[in-house]
């Protein structure tokens, strides 16, 4: 199973409505709100990398509110 985590920046006051449509998403396993840098993060499991990025690419980055994403696979250790 690949596993990524993936750092979001929303446009401003959109951070709660973003987390809440990420929760909807198939292959999202968490989310939390984080202040910093970013202002979303979400942990995103899927059998395959390729799996992930579709999930990435084609409905995460697509949410309405989503200013950009940074996303980073887990290794295995």
């Known amino acids: 199973m690949a596993m990524a985590i993936m750092l979001v920046n929303v446009d401003p006051g959109k ?3 973003v987390a809440r449509a990420l929760k909807k998403v198939k292959g999202v396993k968490g989310v939390c709100l984080v202040s910093g840098l ?3 993060v979400a942990t ?5 990398s ?3 990025l ?4 084609d409905k995460v980055r697509r949410l309405p509110g989503v200013r950009s994403s940074h ?3 887990c290794l295995e250790v």
């Open 15 to 17: 951070d709660r409505a």
């Open 38 to 40: 970013y202002d979303v």
């Open 44 to 48: 995103v499991r899927a059998g395959t």
């Open 50 to 52: 390729e799996q992930i």
């Open 54 to 57: 579709a999930t990435v690419y």
């Open 71 to 73: 996303t980073m696979f």
